[in-house]
């Protein structure tokens, strides 16, 4: 676990969390720092915003899943504690924006539930805090493909909490106990 946790680290720096600003004194150029924060460049070119955030999300639905696991009578290393930790420093430490919610969106559909099962009015609190201080810090704005991603972001988050969906059990959470082509042997 620990080796496949330390390259979900490597390839993606929110599942630290971790949030690089731009400076000039510290990168060469915009593309520098496009790449230290998980840019993938071919051929010279960096890739669009839109491709890079679907790889975001799913890199955080594996980072979640991987946290919300629990297979019976095995303790998971990285479980349900490290996913409590890692909500508190992302919220405590990256700044709102369209990365960091397309990060906690992805997550919070993961691992939601179970984070819920475990604790509560405590996640709950939590879900308020990202309701009143997360999604209002978010600023819409600058590129028009950006901002309607942006929108839509903040809305499946914002849904997310009002209608209560980390209460419902998601499908495949667990392993199913016989496959369906048993059933028409």
Same mark, same amino acid.
Request: net charge positive.
């Given at each position: 676990?620990?080796?496949?946790?330390?390259?979900?680290?490597?390839?993606?720096?929110?599942?630290?969390?971790?949030?690089?600003?731009?400076?000039?004194?510290?990168?060469?150029?915009?593309?520098?720092?496009?790449?230290?924060?998980?840019?993938?460049?071919?051929?010279?070119?960096?890739?669009?915003?839109?491709?890079?955030?679907?790889?975001?999300?799913?890199?955080?639905?594996?980072?979640?899943?991987?946290?919300?696991?629990?297979?019976?009578?095995?303790?998971?290393?990285?479980?349900?504690?490290?996913?409590?930790?890692?909500?508190?420093?992302?919220?405590?430490?990256?700044?709102?924006?369209?990365?960091?919610?397309?990060?906690?969106?992805?997550?919070?559909?993961?691992?939601? !539930?179970?984070?819920?099962?475990? =604790? &509560?009015?405590?996640? /709950?609190? %939590?879900?308020?805090?990202?309701?009143? +201080?997360?999604?209002?810090?978010?600023?819409?704005?600058?590129?028009?493909?950006?901002?309607?991603?942006?929108?839509?972001?903040?809305?499946?988050?914002?849904? !997310?909490?009002?209608?209560?969906? =980390? &209460?419902?059990?998601? /499908?495949? %959470?667990?392993?199913?106990?016989?496959? +369906?082509?048993?059933?028409?042997?």
């Amino acid at each position: 676990m620990d080796i496949l946790i330390s390259d979900l680290n490597r390839v993606c720096i929110y599942t630290v969390p971790k949030h690089i600003s731009y400076s000039e004194e510290e990168f060469k150029s915009k593309g520098d720092y496009f790449k230290a924060i998980g840019y993938k460049g071919k051929n010279g070119k960096i890739e669009s915003i839109d491709d890079f955030t679907e790889r975001l999300s799913r890199y955080m639905k594996l980072y979640g899943a991987l946290v919300q696991t629990e297979v019976g009578g095995f303790q998971n290393l990285h479980g349900l504690r490290e996913g409590w930790a890692w909500l508190a420093r992302f919220l405590n430490t990256l700044p709102a924006n369209i990365l960091t919610a397309t990060a906690l969106d992805s997550f919070l559909e993961m691992a939601g !539930y179970t984070l819920y099962c475990r =604790y &509560k009015n405590q996640f /709950e609190k %939590l879900l308020n805090i990202i309701a009143r +201080d997360f999604l209002n810090a978010l600023q819409e704005g600058g590129v028009e493909s950006r901002s309607a991603k942006l929108s839509k972001v903040k809305m499946s988050i914002r849904n !997310y909490i009002e209608s209560k969906q =980390y &209460k419902k059990k998601p /499908e495949g %959470l667990q392993l199913r106990s016989h496959l +369906d082509s048993r059933d028409y042997y």
